[in-house]
């Protein structure tokens, strides 16, 4: 029973750092989203850090159109990034669960 126990803390820690090799790795996703009609495009990583965002010049003549733009265009490329990141995270956690009963509930 020891043994396992020991077996399985070890194959917790071996997650954890699968876990931050991946949200390293996260950092080098790179994910575009265009507004509908590519006036706005804005660039980010799968852990969610911008950048970069490039603005056509037609939308800096309207603080409005251009605050709607940011906002619809920002919050599609997050939800993007979210997916990624939540769905790598999710596999490597999956992978190295130990196998407790009673818990094959992430599996």
Do not use: C, H
Request: charged residues 35%; aromatic residues 2%.
């Amino acid at each position: 029973m020891f043994g396992d126990m020991m077996n399985m803390m070890g194959k917790l820690k071996e997650t954890q750092k699968k876990v931050e090799e991946t949200k390293k790795r996260l950092d080098t996703v790179l994910i575009d989203e265009n507004s509908n009609d590519n006036k706005l495009k804005i660039t980010l990583t799968a852990n969610r850090e911008i950048k970069s965002i490039r603005i056509d010049d037609e939308l800096l003549k309207d603080k409005e159109q251009l605050e709607d733009y940011l906002i619809l265009t920002l919050n599609k490329a997050i939800e993007k990034a979210t997916n990624i990141n939540e769905a790598e995270l999710a596999a490597v956690a999956k992978e190295g669960m130990p196998n407790i009963p009673g818990m094959d509930m992430f599996k």
